[in-house]
């Protein structure tokens, strides 16, 4: 028979804090706890995963079921965020060596897809070139307008005269 578990009622865990022992065992003999949210709800966590190490390597629970998909959303969303700000600060670095070099009206485009996206625009311009060697503009849904045959390239390598 398992041990009787340590008395965990009060502590907190993230946004968990235990409020009282369940009947169930794990199949390692671990106790199950009932945990109120911050938000309301209660959810049902094995001992093992109450933990406050962050640097474990073993998943631990920290919110109930709903706030956890919104804090795992509002993570990606952050780190999107980061990124998209790195991209736009590259662009405008890269279309900066460009000027006088390209035509004004890819200057004034916006910096990147989603960039062009909030402005409600189809095309951007990064300031790169593209895998065939093209400097111009993009489609918001990929693609470089000079491989599609919509606008000449401005800096395309011409052929070498003979």
């Not at 109120?36 to 109930?64: F, I, M, Q, W, Y």
């Amino acid at each position: 028979m398992p041990s009787k578990p340590r008395n965990r009622v009060g502590e907190v865990y993230g946004r968990l804090t235990v409020v009282r022992s369940s009947e169930r065992r794990t199949k390692s003999g671990n106790a199950y706890w009932w945990c109120r949210c911050v938000c309301g709800r209660e959810r049902e966590v094995p001992s093992d995963k109450l933990s406050h190490n962050t640097t474990r390597r073993k998943p631990v629970v920290t919110a109930c079921l709903e706030c956890s998909k919104e804090l795992q959303v509002e993570g990606v969303y952050a780190k999107n965020d980061r990124e998209e700000v790195e991209r736009r600060n590259q662009a405008k670095e890269n279309r900066e060596r460009l000027v006088g070099q390209v035509p004004d009206a890819w200057l004034r485009m916006p910096f990147t897809d989603a960039h062009a996206r909030e402005l409600g625009e189809l095309h951007f311009f990064r300031g790169t070139r593209c895998l065939r060697n093209h400097l111009a503009p993009y489609r918001i849904n990929g693609g470089c307008l000079a491989c599609a045959g919509q606008v000449p390239s401005a800096l395309v390598n011409p052929p070498a005269k003979e």
